[in-house]
């Protein structure tokens, strides 16, 4: 079993700036991607920013120049460094991992989520 525990969110004024964390921990062999989504009230979840296979780092253009993601491998570890906030990035942030099992099965999963709310 594979965890995913979020930290960093919080309410910030606009403008301002959050870090989050998500660490995987558990039994597994290897993490083939990891990085973040949120989810707004009635939108859709959406990717925010992660790395894939071969170290290849996704960003939303909706954060791109804003947000930066960046990990520790040893630490099985990721972070979103999320600079000049707006009220449109309020929402649940989610940390996603794809890992690879002890069996070579690849398996999702997802973090409880960490608020994040921007006053304007």
């Known amino acids: 079993q594979v965890q995913l525990v979020e930290s960093g969110g919080g309410l910030v004024q606009a403008g301002g700036s959050l870090r989050l964390s998500c660490t995987a921990s558990g039994i597994f062999f290897s993490i083939n991607a990891m990085g973040w989504y949120r989810q707004a009230p009635g939108n859709q979840r959406e990717l925010v920013a992660g790395f894939t296979d071969g170290d290849i780092t996704n960003i939303s253009d909706s954060v791109k120049g804003r947000f930066t993601i960046s990990r520790n491998k040893a630490k099985n570890t990721v972070y979103l460094q999320m600079n000049s906030l707006n009220a449109e990035d309020t929402a649940v942030y989610y940390c996603?991992?794809?890992?690879?099992?002890?069996?070579?099965?690849?398996?999702?999963?997802w973090g409880k989520g960490t608020l994040v709310t921007v006053s304007s």
């Open positions: 996603n991992a794809v890992v690879l099992g002890v069996a070579y099965d690849a398996m999702e999963y």
